[in-house]
C-alpha cells in the first residue's frame, strides 16, 4: 500500500482544513486507515481511524467534536475534516493503513505516508 497525504497549510486558529490521502496497492476497502500526528520533541500521536466499510470511527479526545474522518473506498482516499483548528494542533499529520485492523498506536500500522504539515497561528 502506498499512501500520499496532501492538503497541510498555514491557517489561523479556528479555520478548518482538510486532509486528504490517497492510497494505492493493496484494496484499499480492507485496509483500517488512520491519521496520527506529531510535533517536535514529542512522540507520534493518534487523531482518528476508520475501518474498512467507514462506519466505524474513533477519535482521540483532544480532537474529538472537531475532527471528521472519512473515506470513500470508491476513490482509495481518506480524509481529515479538522474545524476550530487550535495553535497545538500544529503538527505534522501523517495517515497510516494497516491491513484488516488496527488501533490507535503507531506500532499497529504498518504503511506510512510521507506526512504533510499542519501549522495553526494564534
Known amino acids: 500500500v502506498q499512501l500520499q497525504a496532501s492538503g497541510g497549510g498555514l491557517v489561523q486558529a479556528g479555520a478548518s482544513l482538510r486532509l486528504s490521502c490517497a492510497a494505492s496497492?493493496?484494496?484499499?476497502?480492507?485496509?483500517?486507515m488512520g491519521w496520527f500526528r506529531q510535533s517536535p520533541g514529542k512522540a507520534r500521536e493518534f487523531v482518528a481511524k476508520?475501518?474498512?466499510?467507514?462506519?466505524?470511527?474513533r477519535y482521540a479526545d483532544s480532537v474529538k467534536g472537531r475532527f471528521t474522518i472519512s473515506r470513500s473506498n470508491a476513490n482509495n482516499t481518506v480524509w481529515l475534516q479538522m474545524s476550530s483548528l487550535k495553535p497545538e494542533d500544529t503538527a505534522v499529520y501523517y495517515c497510516?493503513?494497516?491491513?484488516?485492523?488496527?488501533?490507535?498506536?503507531?506500532?499497529?500500522?504498518?504503511?506510512w505516508g510521507q506526512g504533510t504539515q499542519v501549522t495553526v497561528s494564534s
Open positions: 497510516a493503513a494497516n491491513w484488516n485492523y488496527a488501533g490507535i498506536y503507531p506500532q499497529e500500522y504498518d504503511y
Open positions: 496497492g493493496r484494496t484499499f476497502s480492507n485496509n483500517y
Open positions: 476508520i475501518n474498512g466499510s467507514g462506519r466505524s470511527t
